[in-house]
């Protein structure tokens, strides 16, 4: 999507950022460093050995045939939905089709360098309820126009159904199944036979990287399928999909009672109320909280005490930040469903776009009902419903990952504080139960670690510093190991350097056009957390260091 040309980066407001001495580029652009994964380091792959037409004839697992296989040669593609895709470097694009059942019918694309290949896969993810194939930036996963710009052999899919078909789940068990777990490991299998099929040669290494039910795709292939891959980024994971649909079911009849909608305005007023409440707490003044868990904001402040306006709440409303705030209990466990986090309520519009896709779920999925609506929702009799039927198929919370450590796959996970789409005490919750069973912290450390974004919205955006590639929304202004997620994991995975920090950038709109530079912030491997040193600029990421909650 985004042509190769350098970033002119303006350094009038953050004089003392670190370039690192080289010239930062586009993500997805062409021209990288030469040890990242770039079509300079084309030497670590192979040339192909065969024509890529003829991948067209191959059979291979899982009941796949190759539907077609064509040398793109011109640097442009046009995908189904008519997006021009440029700056394409000559790649083999493969298309073919996995039917594991009589129901399944699991479209795929696999893109495979001819003259750039870097020697590995990596895959990109689906999000929400996939659908399509993520051949470009549409969403907030990995795309395979990224890709193969650096070099990688690629592969997306669109999980076995189509997203123009809404009911696409009624009277399919099987598809259910496919899009759960099975299509991504199909394809990820494909991908690795035609790779060795056109270049004489598997991948060096596999890799992974994707975001929300991209990040859910991660997490599900570490727990069913460790031999796929050597190295996995996963960012803020629907790790437990049936709860996340349960609370949203419940927040979808919250917010239905008379007077407990708040305008977007007061959405506003609420998140600016609480981080000014709570930004000092870690000792910088920087406009984040770093750990909305020890904020203890109360929406009373913003009580309305004459009429009422933007930047006061009514009672009811007042109320339902609250409720929101605090999550619910899953009746049948007992297990607290997380709740939103204080710091990011302006991101909170979402949630009329989140509703209509959990009554999606519970139509489609849970009650396999047309005409279901949120009047008949239920919350001790639907979550366990929900949880015995969707559970075992689409949530990915096992804290099993023994084979994965015996192969030495190597993580690195990430959720935003201020995420609307899927509360980020999920996945701090999730990693922490997995460390309890893998020896604690600091041994799971050795494997798996785990990076909370202060201020980051669902994958990317919101008031936080939220750019550190990995598939993000924004141009990173630099790509090494400490900027930018997959190069972090490569160097972990290839050359044994652990990521104890990141660096992640703010531009001034959070527009992929903007090329100035606002701030920069200090990631660090959690339970840690970034302190500020005393001095110096606090929109600054040196001013900081990894300490200790």
């Avoid at 062409?30 to 004839?57: E, H, T, W, Y």
């Avoid at 129901?103 to 896969?121: A, D, M, Q, Y």
């Amino acid at each position: 999507m985004f042509a190769s040309t350098s970033i002119e980066l303006d350094l009038s407001a953050a004089a003392k950022l670190r370039l690192l001495g080289w010239v930062a580029l586009l993500c997805g652009g062409a021209i990288f460093n030469a040890s990242m994964g770039s079509p300079q380091a084309a030497a670590a792959g192979a040339p192909p050995v065969r024509q890529c037409a003829d991948l067209a004839k191959l059979t291979l697992e899982g009941n796949t045939t190759i539907t077609a296989a064509e040398i793109v040669t011109n640097g442009t593609f046009t995908t189904p939905a008519a997006q021009t895709i440029s700056g394409l470097p000559e790649f083999c694009r493969v298309a073919g089709v996995s039917k594991p059942t009589a129901e399944s019918n699991i479209n795929f694309e696999v893109w495979l360098p001819t003259k750039t290949w870097n020697g590995k896969f990596l895959s990109a993810g689906e999000g929400a309820f996939a659908g399509v194939i993520s051949y470009t930036r549409l969403g907030l996963d990995g795309y395979l126009d990224e890709n193969v710009k650096r070099g990688y052999a690629t592969a997306s899919t669109d999980t076995g159904h189509l997203a123009s078909d809404e009911f696409w789940a009624i009277g399919h068990p099987e598809r259910v199944v496919d899009f759960g777990y099975r299509a991504k490991h199909l394809v990820t299998v494909a991908a690795k036979e035609l790779i060795t099929a056109l270049y004489g040669k598997g991948p060096d290494y596999s890799y992974y990287n994707s975001c929300s039910t991209g990040g859910r795709q991660g997490l599900v292939e570490m727990q069913r399928y460790p031999d796929d891959y050597d190295g996995v980024v996963v960012g803020a994971p629907v790790s437990i999909q049936s709860n996340l649909y349960t609370s949203r079911a419940w927040m979808a009849r919250l917010l239905a009672a008379p007077g407990a909608s708040i305008s977007a305005a007061k959405l506003s007023s609420i998140q600016s109320s609480a981080i000014a409440a709570c930004d000092k707490l870690d000792g910088a003044p920087d406009g984040l909280i770093e750990d909305p868990r020890k904020c203890g904001f109360d929406p009373s402040a913003l009580l309305c005490t004459a009429e009422d306006n933007d930047k006061c709440l009514t009672a009811v409303q007042v109320e339902t930040v609250k409720k929101l705030y605090a999550g619910l209990s899953e009746s049948t466990t007992g297990q607290q469903i997380p709740g939103h986090s204080r710091g990011g309520e302006a991101g909170w519009t979402s949630f009329a776009r989140l509703i209509p896709q959990a009554r999606e779920f519970f139509r489609g999925i849970v009650f396999e009902d047309k005409t279901w609506t949120f009047d008949k929702f239920d919350l001790k009799r639907d979550s366990a419903v929900t949880t015995a039927k969707v559970g075992p198929i689409m949530n990915a919370n096992s804290t099993d990952y023994s084979a994965a450590k015996a192969r030495r796959v190597k993580v690195i996970m990430y959720h935003g504080w201020a995420d609307p789409s899927i509360q980020p005490e999920f996945t701090v919750q999730l990693y922490e139960k997995i460390a309890e069973v893998n020896g604690g912290i600091d041994k799971t450390k050795a494997f798996f670690r785990l990076f909370m974004v202060p201020g980051m919205a669902h994958c990317a955006s919101g008031p936080g510093a939220s750019s550190f590639c990995g598939f993000s929304q924004q141009i990173p202004p630099i790509r090494d190991a400490a900027h930018d997620v997959q190069t972090a994991l490569e160097q972990w995975v290839e050359k044994g350097a652990v990521p104890d920090r990141m660096i992640a950038s703010k531009y001034t709109d959070d527009a992929p056009a903007t090329k100035t530079i606002k701030a920069t912030r200090l990631l660090c491997a959690y339970p840690q957390v970034a302190k500020y040193k005393g001095v110096g600029d606090t929109q600054d990421s040196e001013n900081f260091q990894c300490g200790v909650p």
